[in-house]
């Protein structure tokens, strides 16, 4: 056969398109052993407590090692939890954000820790009739001492951990450390000051935008866009790193249950909790 003005023969045909297929060929393996690059989910649907903060923090650390896991979102629907596992979440999610976008997606709530754990993102998506905020702490206070004839103790408040004032004063700190994370995840974002955040009041998801608690309003999928578009990424894989991570704990009752097995919107243990707690129905 003729190319042009010069004869070529079909061996050198074979041979040109070989050179030319080869690269191609080479190419699509190329790409089929490398991994697509995964946007991770980490959901929270319960309160914040030792187990669903070890979940977390499991499936947090999956996402830092694993370097095909570009982005991660979170999908909050959590009225908050205890302060020590609050803040256990928050600095690991902080760890994580040194090297991997992080967003929020908020479903019904991101109320108290929930809230804090948001803040702890690049972004924040919530639905307009979300309910989000809700910054403060909420604690049972110790009692006074008593005297008790067969226990004795060493100091007044060994059995009670400290007296009232005192505990009232660590509610304090608690409170501006959480205002504090607030104002540091939002900067310039945020619209208002510490006269309305510390009020404790829970705002719908289009007034938490106005406010600048939140970054937009929309769905998990627009949060999952985000995310990938803050890792510079395509062609990605949405991923659930429960599964990913393996992880396998077990859970006991967060809140409190009534002697008819009814489960009440309160903790079953004293302490301190960055937790929304919702009026319960008033009997007529």
Not at 176 to 188: E, K, M, P, T
Not at 197 to 224: K, N
């Amino acid at each position: 056969m003729k190319l042009g003005n010069q004869e070529v023969t079909w061996e050198q045909v074979r041979h040109i398109l070989l050179w030319i297929a080869l690269p191609l060929v080479i190419s699509i393996l190329i790409a089929a052993a490398v991994p697509r690059p995964v946007i991770g989910l980490i959901y929270l649907n319960d309160a914040i407590y030792s187990y669903t903060a070890q979940d977390m923090i499991a499936q947090i650390n999956y996402a830092r090692e694993h370097p095909e896991v570009r982005a991660v979102v979170l999908v909050m629907d959590s009225p908050g939890g205890t302060v020590a596992d609050t803040e256990a979440v928050y600095l690991e999610l902080l760890h994580l954000r040194q090297t991997k976008p992080v967003v929020t997606s908020v479903g019904s709530m991101a109320a108290s820790g929930a809230y804090y754990l948001s803040v702890g993102s690049d972004y924040i998506f919530a639905k307009p009739t979300s309910d989000v905020g809700n910054v403060g702490v909420i604690g049972y206070l110790p009692p006074s001492p008593l005297i008790f004839e067969d226990i004795a103790s060493t100091g007044p408040y060994k059995l009670w951990g400290s007296p009232r004032d005192t505990y009232m004063r660590e509610m304090e700190m608690i409170k501006q450390g959480f205002y504090q994370a607030v104002r540091l995840g939002r900067g310039d974002r945020l619209k208002v000051g510490p006269e309305v955040i510390l009020r404790g009041q829970i705002w719908p998801g289009s007034e938490a935008l106005r406010l600048g608690l939140i970054d937009a309003l929309g769905a998990e999928s627009e949060a999952v866009a985000k995310a990938a578009d803050l890792s510079r990424v395509s062609h990605y894989q949405v991923a659930d790193l429960y599964a990913l991570a393996g992880v396998q704990s077990s859970s006991s009752a967060f809140f409190y249950q009534s002697p008819e097995g009814i489960s009440m919107p309160y903790p079953k243990e004293l302490g301190l909790y960055l937790l929304y707690i919702p009026p319960l129905p008033v009997e007529k």
